[in-house]
């Protein structure tokens, strides 16, 4: 990143109004990495959209922390934002381009809300400028930047959390620990269910203007800086893969991330596939909104669905198994066992409940990263960037193994299931049960498309993804080389 001097900053914001509030020191001495418990951490927040306007609730309330500066391209949210702070009684300054922030010699830490694509690139800039970082999950946009991000962690010695506040969830724990021990016999396969209604996003066949005097250069970043065709210019970038990742790396996120947690974080599946599709809607939405993937973990399949279309035409009411529209199952030899924000709960072979851990959803995540900040320990922290980077993997393999596939119309894919995943007879009864939530809602598999991916072989150290059928294998590299928009590119070294 390029550093600008103090002076040229102060100058810079001033000609272009980016600085709205004027309250604080700019430039006063850093606290130093870890701060001490009489001491105040000075955080930022870069992106104040749903998430960063929570953050600056979240941080804003705990003790010992100042939010002193926020940030977002949007003008609107910035005013907005700040008087959200004003109203928690603290004015932070406020800037259109965060690296103003990462320019501060008086922050500590940084928290990332931005949208996925800027998470990768906004961390490396923070570790070079020494801060510590929160950010938001997915911390990765794509699976390449992760171990970039790693290393930019070591190389500056700062502490980085990642935004999956499940892993600050004592409920959770205390089921996954007591998991450990079996009680209901071998774990024969999982199904991690994240079906959240979404409508149409709407269609628009001309582009469309950003919100005024929001920097629409600054918020594609690494992005093409292509029209902006999406109705709705927040949120909505999720749904397009230049700036998102589906539903599959949004709140499939934490799925990933308790599916690694019940089967041990050093465990990775050797092959993955997946297949779904974007239905119903003719919108400007191009990730699926049913997709389920396969992961094959030497032995027990893991199903990982997101769904966004209802149980029917008509509806907003969502489909579910064994009552469960968000969590976890795991299967056991003698009951089950759903896991998830709400903790855990376990069921024998009749479906009794047996035993139970209430979560919280993870509410001390936040107080976690601060007070590993103060201990300035690394290993105090319940979510390290590598837990995030990892679970990544699993939903980057899963949309790179959809976006490769085969877009078939003119039948139901059943035969396709039996050739890809045959081996897995588990999977017959989620395949049914989307075909009939699809035909509930009136998709005509006769005429809309189905999308089967290939399988992908993985290792993850050093990372290597082959698809198992060749003719897929160029459109795989395609999809794992991203690339990066000048100026705003990630090296490949550090
Ligand atoms: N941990 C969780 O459970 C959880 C919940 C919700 C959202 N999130 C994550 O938080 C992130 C933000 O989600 P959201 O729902 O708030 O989205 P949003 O679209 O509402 O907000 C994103 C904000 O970032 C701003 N922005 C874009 N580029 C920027 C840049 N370069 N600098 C500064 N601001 C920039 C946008 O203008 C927007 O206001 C996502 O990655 C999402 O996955 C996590």
Same mark, same amino acid.
């Given at each position: 990143?390029?550093?600008?001097?103090?002076?040229?900053?102060?100058?810079?914001?001033?000609?272009?109004?980016?600085?709205?509030?004027?309250?604080?020191?700019?430039?006063?001495?850093?606290?130093?990495?870890?701060?001490?418990?009489?001491?105040?951490?000075?955080?930022?927040?870069?992106?104040?959209?749903?998430?960063?306007?929570?953050?600056?609730?979240?941080?804003?309330?705990?003790?010992?922390?100042?939010?002193?500066?926020?940030?977002?391209?949007?003008?609107?949210?910035?005013?907005?934002?700040?008087?959200?702070?004003?109203?928690?009684? !603290?004015?932070?300054?406020?800037?259109?381009?965060?690296?103003?922030?990462?320019?501060?010699?008086?922050?500590?830490?940084?928290?990332?809300?931005?949208?996925?694509?800027?998470?990768?690139?906004?961390?490396?800039?923070?570790?070079? $400028?020494?801060?510590?970082?929160?950010?938001?999950?997915?911390?990765?946009?794509?699976?390449?930047?992760?171990?970039?991000?790693?290393?930019?962690? #070591?190389? !500056?010695?700062?502490?980085? #959390?990642?935004?999956?506040? /499940?892993?600050?969830?004592?409920?959770?724990?205390?089921?996954?620990?007591?998991?450990?021990?079996?009680?209901?016999?071998?774990? #024969?396969?999982?199904?991690?269910?994240?079906?959240?209604?979404?409508?149409?996003?709407?269609?628009?066949?001309?582009? #469309?203007?950003?919100?005024?005097?929001?920097? !629409?250069?600054?918020?594609?970043?690494?992005?093409?800086?292509?029209?902006?065709?999406?109705?709705?210019?927040?949120?909505?970038?999720?749904?397009?893969?230049?700036?998102?990742?589906?539903?599959?790396? /949004?709140?499939?996120?934490?799925?990933?991330?308790?599916?690694?947690?019940?089967?041990?974080?050093?465990?990775?599946?050797?092959?993955?596939?997946?297949?779904?599709?974007?239905?119903?809607?003719?919108?400007?939405?191009?990730?699926?909104?049913?997709?389920?993937?396969?992961?094959?973990?030497?032995?027990?399949?893991?199903?990982?669905?997101?769904?966004?279309?209802?149980?029917?035409?008509?509806?907003?009411?969502?489909?579910?198994?064994?009552?469960?529209?968000?969590?976890?199952?795991?299967?056991?030899?003698?009951?089950?066992?759903?896991?998830?924000?709400?903790?855990?709960?376990?069921?024998?072979?009749?479906?009794?409940?047996?035993?139970?851990?209430?979560?919280?959803?993870?509410?001390?995540?936040?107080? /976690?990263?601060?007070?590993?900040?103060?201990?300035?320990?690394?290993?105090?922290?319940?979510?390290?960037?590598?837990?995030?980077?990892?679970?990544?993997?699993?939903?980057?393999?899963?949309?790179?193994?959809?976006?490769?596939?085969?877009?078939?119309?003119?039948?139901?894919?059943?035969?396709?299931?039996?050739?890809?995943?045959?081996?897995?007879?588990?999977?017959?009864?989620?395949?049914?049960?989307?075909?009939?939530?699809?035909?509930?809602?009136?998709?005509?598999?006769?005429?809309?498309?189905?999308?089967?991916?290939?399988?992908?072989? !993985?290792?993850?150290?050093?990372?290597?993804?082959?698809?198992?059928?060749?003719?897929?294998?160029?459109?795989?590299?395609?999809?794992?080389?991203?690339?990066?928009?000048?100026?705003?590119?990630?090296? $490949?070294?550090?």
């Amino acid at each position: 990143m390029k550093h600008i001097s103090r002076r040229e900053m102060i100058t810079r914001m001033i000609k272009t109004g980016t600085i709205l509030g004027t309250t604080k020191v700019i430039g006063a001495p850093a606290l130093g990495r870890a701060g001490s418990a009489s001491e105040s951490i000075r955080v930022g927040v870069i992106g104040i959209g749903n998430k960063g306007w929570q953050h600056i609730e979240t941080f804003g309330r705990l003790p010992g922390v100042d939010v002193v500066a926020i940030s977002d391209i949007d003008p609107a949210r910035l005013a907005e934002g700040r008087k959200k702070a004003e109203g928690l009684s !603290y004015r932070p300054d406020g800037y259109i381009d965060g690296r103003h922030i990462l320019d501060r010699a008086d922050i500590d830490a940084v928290v990332i809300a931005t949208p996925n694509h800027w998470h990768g690139l906004q961390t490396i800039w923070a570790c070079q $400028a020494g801060k510590h970082v929160y950010v938001e999950k997915p911390v990765t946009h794509n699976l390449w930047e992760g171990a970039r991000m790693l290393e930019a962690e #070591q190389q !500056y010695g700062v502490l980085i #959390q990642a935004g999956t506040q /499940n892993r600050s969830n004592p409920g959770l724990a205390d089921a996954l620990e007591y998991l450990k021990t079996r009680p209901l016999g071998a774990i #024969q396969w999982i199904h991690g269910l994240f079906w959240k209604f979404r409508g149409s996003i709407g269609y628009v066949t001309s582009p #469309q203007t950003p919100p005024p005097g929001a920097d !629409y250069n600054l918020f594609c970043g690494p992005a093409p800086l292509t029209p902006l065709m999406r109705k709705t210019f927040h949120y909505d970038w999720h749904w397009q893969w230049a700036t998102g990742n589906g539903d599959m790396g /949004n709140l499939g996120a934490h799925t990933t991330d308790d599916v690694r947690r019940v089967l041990g974080d050093s465990v990775y599946p050797k092959r993955i596939m997946s297949y779904g599709g974007r239905f119903v809607h003719r919108d400007n939405g191009e990730t699926p909104n049913a997709h389920l993937a396969v992961f094959d973990y030497a032995g027990i399949p893991v199903f990982i669905e997101m769904r966004s279309l209802p149980t029917g035409v008509g509806t907003e009411r969502m489909d579910h198994v064994r009552g469960i529209r968000n969590g976890t199952i795991v299967q056991c030899e003698d009951g089950w066992v759903n896991v998830g924000r709400g903790g855990g709960v376990f069921y024998d072979s009749s479906g009794k409940k047996v035993k139970s851990f209430a979560g919280d959803a993870g509410a001390g995540h936040v107080e /976690n990263f601060i007070a590993a900040l103060r201990a300035n320990d690394r290993s105090l922290l319940n979510a390290p960037l590598q837990a995030g980077v990892a679970a990544g993997e699993l939903f980057h393999l899963a949309n790179v193994s959809y976006r490769a596939g085969d877009s078939l119309r003119g039948h139901d894919g059943r035969a396709l299931r039996e050739q890809r995943l045959g081996a897995f007879p588990q999977s017959e009864a989620p395949f049914d049960h989307m075909i009939a939530m699809l035909k509930r809602n009136e998709v005509d598999l006769e005429t809309s498309s189905v999308c089967f991916g290939p399988w992908l072989s !993985y290792s993850p150290t050093p990372s290597e993804v082959r698809s198992e059928s060749e003719p897929h294998q160029a459109m795989v590299e395609s999809l794992l080389t991203p690339t990066y928009r000048e100026p705003f590119t990630i090296p $490949a070294k550090l």
